[in-house]
């Protein structure tokens, strides 16, 4: 009941804030696009997995749009609206497993570290200090280098690079929350570790986290976005927008007299990263600001 | 005062201690023929892989090779880059200066907009430029660098034939590498006007114009945001209904009570603003081809060149941990009530 009549308030202060309203549109939309994607773009017959895009001969030429290539093809002819549609998936992927994955370790270290305290403490800290010390991008490429180019390795490594701050955010929280009476009779009442740190601390401290964490959705697909652009992501004919930008690179200048010969390689799969990430950016701004009447 | 930055100061070599430990740590799960194959430059000298794995003691256990690179690296030898073709100080003498101005050219920019329209936003809460401000924010960080970047190389150095990529075009390379050109202080568009070479400096700064566009355009939010959320909050208190009580001119309340205040936070976050685009130009440098740190530690990174990783992310390491350090003295500097704790 309690949970219903906060969604309801949510969903009428979301309703004032026509921004994060289009946000919800936007990921909508691509949902949509997600789910529909093997009627979108039907998998062809003798395609040994779904997200290998069909390859229409083998000129390194890009075409523009046409009947057959809604979108045109990118440089090796792969065909680009599939790569797109198939791509959405890719995308979610990307953001849901990154950011669930890193908010698991976060708080799973984060707790720890905040609820033990003592050498645990000290250690993990220092140790989110040294990461937190590094340029992201540049840990993110030596971690992809170092176990080769693929796009779980890219996954893995934006996790790894995300995960510290988390930690440290809720570690904080938790050392707030630990302190407070409920715990203290949670602990009298004979309940273990385990059970008050999940019961009763994680659920009253982890609200800024989830707030950073749905802020951090856009800057993640950014990331992970720039490293396939930077050759170490999936392998060429995957479906991953990071990589169809990638193959557009060396085709931006067009053709002798025609600098927009080859618009569509750069424009379709520019376009639909910015609008993937400005969706959750202005739903994560709507969330922040329903949480946190402060910032209005 | 000084305990403080005493303090800091000896966390300094720890963080570094650290960073680097964790990056070698990284690097040993390739094996130590991947490492090696690094030095070799032709098919034929690969049956000299076990000769170079022995010479460079790349079979040796970890912590020992360690040891053996910061021996070296307290002896001021950082090694010798591969993807560099030269040495590690060598390369990061010639790539800062590059990175710098560029920062610097963009970071100016960056906090007069900045600073500006959040404050300009602020006072006109929810009204057309307000609106008009948060719109461009946040299409700015949710625009990757590397979709900007191409989209401005396509329209002004394809199309319009402007703004060409790189830092300099061939004459003023061979220019600048000439003997009668003096390099005051590494920043070239600045050491052009000061050898008195308007066209070159020109041409630099023709170079400099697409990057700096993408940085600005993206880095700007956070500033524009920050500078919003404080004014609003400023704005809601007392000693601001007191000024407007007395009968000052909203222009003095807003920019001599309200701001001023406003501006603490600010100014405690633009020196982490400035690393952050020091070390955040990696994508950007790439994209435009700009000879900068970032640029080379994405490709010392690609090919594993331990050496040159090393370097570049030492540097930022410590660049890192120097700006956190002004970030909390300037906090100290511009707020009264900290320095007296």
Known sequence: METKSKAAAMWKALKKRPLSLLGFCIIGFFLLVAAAAPIL????????????????????????PSAKHW???????????????????????????????????????????????????????????????????????????????????????VAAVQWPSYARLLRGDVLAVKEREFVLAARALGASDARILVRHI????????????????????????????????????????????????????????????????????????????????????????ILDPRQR | MLKFIARRLLFLPIVMLGVTMLLFGALQFLSPAMRASLYVKDPRQLSALNEVILKYGLNKPMPVQYWIWLKQVLHGNLGYSETAKMPVAV?????????FELTLV?????????????????????????????????TGYSLPSFVLGLFLLMIFYGH??????????????????????????????????????????????????????????????????????????????????????????????????????????????????????????????????FPGIGRWSVIAAQQLDVPGVMGATLLSAFLFVVANMISDMLYAFVDPRIRLN
């Not at chain 2, 390369?91 to 990175?99: D, K």
């Open chain 2, 106 to 138: 963009s970071f100016i920019p960056i906090l007069l907009i900045g600073i500006y329209f959040g404050t300009l936003s602020a006072v006109k809460k929810d009204k057309l430029l307000d609106q008009t401000t948060r719109i461009v924010a946040i």
């Open chain 2, 160 to 289: 319009f034939q402007i703004f060409p990529p790189g830092r300099y075009s061939l004459n003023v390379d061979l220019l600048v590498h000439s003997s009668r050109f003096h390099h005051y202080t590494g920043l070239l568009t600045l050491d052009a006007l000061l050898n008195g070479d308007f066209a070159a400096a020109g041409d630099i700064l023709a170079h400099l114009v697409l990057p700096a566009t993408t940085l600005i355009y993206i880095s700007v939010a956070l500033l524009l945001r920050i500078t919003r959320s404080s004014m609003l909050e400023e704005l809601g208190k007392d000693y601001v209904r007191t000024a407007r009580a007395k009968g000052l001119p909203e222009s003095v309340v807003v920019k001599k009570h309200a701001r001023k205040n406003a501006l603490i936070p600010v100014v405690t976050l633009s020196s982490l603003l400035f690393i952050g685009l020091l070390s955040g130009v990696v994508i950007t440098e790439t994209i435009f081809d």
């Open chain 1, 41 to 64: 773009a039907p998998v062809p017959a003798n395609s040994r997995s779904a997200y290998l895009i069909p390859e229409d001969g083998y000129n390194p030429e890009p075409k523009l």
């Open chain 1, 71 to 157: 979108f045109g093809t990118t440089e090796n002819q792969y065909d680009l609206y599939y790569g797109m549609v198939w791509g959405t998936r890719t995308a979610f992927k990307v953001a849901v497993l990154v950011v669930g994955v890193a908010l698991l370790v976060g708080i799973f270290l984060g707790s720890i570290a905040g609820f033990y305290g003592g050498w645990i403490d000290e250690t993990l800290m220092r140790f989110t200090d040294i990461v937190l010390a590094f340029p992201g991008l540049v840990l993110a490429v030596v971690i992809v280098a170092v176990l080769g180019p693929s796009l779980d390795h890219v996954m893995v490594s």
């Open chain 1, 202 to 289: 994680i659920p009253n401290s982890i609200y800024p986290l989830l707030v950073v964490a749905s802020l951090d959705v856009g800057s993640v697909v950014i990331t992970a976005a720039a490293l396939s652009f930077l050759g170490l992501g999936a392998p060429a004919g995957y479906a991953s927008w990071g990589q169809l930008i990638s193959m557009s690179r060396d085709w931006i200048l067009g053709s002798p007299g025609n600098a927009f010969a080859y618009w569509n390689t750069v424009f379709i799969p520019g376009i639909a990263i910015f609008l993937f990430v400005l969706g959750w950016n202005l739903m994560g701004d709507g969330v922040r600001d």
């Open chain 2, 91 to 99: 390369a990061i003498r010639a790539f800062f200066p590059a990175t």
